[in-house]
């Protein structure tokens, strides 16, 4: 019986798998199809990832990623590889929407679209700069054969984070950090190139606003009317006339 209900199980699993797929006509790829599936979102945030990803729109990946944080890096993967030519502004948008995962999100589209690590990872750095040292380790991972100017790229848009980036680039490459800084120093002019069009990308990306709720309004105090009837006070002193006695 046991074995009935597990079997019973994966193919409700599967068949969950396979709706996910061909409802969003197989535009998913597999890692990103198994995570949505996994966060049991509705048919209607499925189709809002299939369309974002078949237009690139940066601002519908934002809203998507900052809804679901923990979709963002294969979001940007997924996208950047579809557009590669704006995988920079693609990481930028969603950073901007889950910046708590920009060395992430940076790897994940380096990772895609490798040619453009070093304007991806100065980039990310633009919008998230006091994460520049693990950004530029995340992506030098992703990339090390673009250690180099990845490095350059960082340290251009985020001169006064330098130091740690090349010690971070260091430890995450197992190297030292005279090698590192010899290494950016020798791809200086393709770490400016990047960061120049890193940069470019950034200011035509559109910021997405995000609105934090704040508290519920206060329900003003309701004051019921006295309907009471009151009765005149009558003096004594008076008589109906309106004369003293």
Known sequence: MKTRSLLLALVASALSSFAIAADS???????????????????EVVNQVTAALQSGDTTALAQIAAANPTLAPSL?????????ATAASIAVAVTRAVPAQAAAIASAAAQAVPTQAATIAAAV????????????????TAVPSQSG??????????PTAADSVIN????????????????ATANAAAGQAAASTATQAVASTPA?????????PETP?????NTTPTSPVIDPTVSPSGTNP
């Not at 997405?208 to 709720?213: D, I």
């Open 149 to 158: 100017a990845i490095t350059a790229a960082v340290t251009t848009v985020a």
């Open 25 to 43: 006509g197989s535009a998913l790829p597999s890692q990103l199809a198994a995570q949505l599936q996994a966060a049991n979102v509705s048919q």
């Open 76 to 84: 940007v993967s997924a996208a950047a590889a579809a557009h590669p």
């Open 168 to 183: 971070a680039v260091a430890t995450a490459t197992n190297t030292s950090s005279d090698t590192v800084r010899s290494d």
């Open 208 to 216: 997405v606003e995000t609105v934090t709720p704040g508290p519920a």
């Open 221 to 225: 105090a309701t004051t019921t009317p």
């Open 125 to 140: 750095v633009v919008v998230a700069p006091t994460q520049a040292a693990a950004v530029a380790a995340a992506v030098v």
